[in-house]
């Protein structure tokens, strides 16, 4: 099964940006569907952007569309975030997740990188 380690997590401030980086091992990603996904402090976690197996279909949760970009590079085994005009509602630790191309539900998670954005 395939291991999932986030990077690239700090604190910046309002309208800044951050770049999060996950790197697998064990399996190739491009087997696997890649998401991320966030947990705010009190908060269930939700989704954030997907990435389809070649890279080709990228997929946003609407409040991140056109601040947050997705990508992956399966030659390095990597998928990252781009986060751009940060908000401080950004705040929460981010996930990364894989789903094998033929199931339904995100199964892999990483442990979780914090982002904090100060106002």
């Known amino acids: 099964q395939v291991q999932l380690v986030e990077s690239g997590g700090g604190l910046v401030q309002a309208g800044g940006s951050l770049r999060l980086s996950c790197v697998a091992s064990g399996r190739a990603i491009s087997d696997y569907n890649m998401g991320w996904f966030r947990q705010a402090p009190g908060k269930e976690r939700e989704f954030v952007a997907s990435i389809s197996l070649s890279g080709s279909l990228p997929y946003y949760a609407d409040s991140m569309k056109g601040r947050f970009t997705i990508s992956r590079d399966n030659a390095k085994n990597t998928v990252d975030l781009q986060m751009n005009s940060l908000k401080p509602e950004d705040t929460a630790v981010y996930y990364c997740?894989?789903?094998?191309?033929?199931?339904?539900?995100?199964?892999?998670w990483g442990l979780g990188t914090q982002v904090t954005v100060s106002s």
């Open positions: 997740a894989a789903r094998l191309r033929s199931t339904t539900t995100f199964n892999y």
